[in-house]
């Protein structure tokens, strides 16, 4: 674009559909493309990312989190790590706190043995499972924070998501962070 576009219309669309995935389609798209794959999921994922501009710290969180071993997506590249807890879910206590990080304990009607749990803590497979989601949870979060940069910073993107075109907006973001350098 020429530079003459303003990102005031997409930040005003922004804004009116709200900090929660229930009404902001973009957020409902970060939690069912992050979360909801590895089984994860939420009353909601809210997201604050522009009040980092008055404050210094935009945050995003996870409202009621919860693991669901029904909800995962056995197509998933992850399978294989979650495939132990799949397998008999009942033998585990799963737990998700706010930024969508995985505690996995084993149920104490199964083991009345401390040292279990220890070692299934410091076991490889427990943190390979544990490692989907943190991966999930940084991606969410750079997800979240390039779509506000974008907004701000990128005529055409702004365009996009001002003109409702919300797949199309997710694309941009997508596509910009895959050529994104990592540092």
Sequence with gaps: MNGTHSP???????????VTSRTHRVLRRVLDDFFRPLGIEAEALEAEPFSALESGCGQWWLRQPCWNPASFDRAHRAEPDFRFL????????????????LGIELDPRFTDDPAANTALRESEQG?????????????????IFASAA?????????AIYAAGDDDAFCEV???RLATASPA
């Excluded at 005031?8 to 709200?18: N, V």
């Excluded at 799949?86 to 990080?101: C, K, M, N, S, W």
């Design 86 to 101: 799949l397998e008999a879910p009942q033998r585990f206590a799963i737990t998700v706190d706010y930024r969508g990080h």
């Design 127 to 143: 943190w390979r499972a544990a490692r989907h989601a943190l991966q999930a949870a940084e991606g969410a979060e750079a997800f």
């Design 8 to 18: 005031e219309a997409a930040l005003a669309r922004w804004l009116a559909q709200g």
């Design 150 to 158: 974008l907004l701000l910073a990128n005529d055409s993107a702004a």
């Design 173 to 175: 973001v997508r596509s």
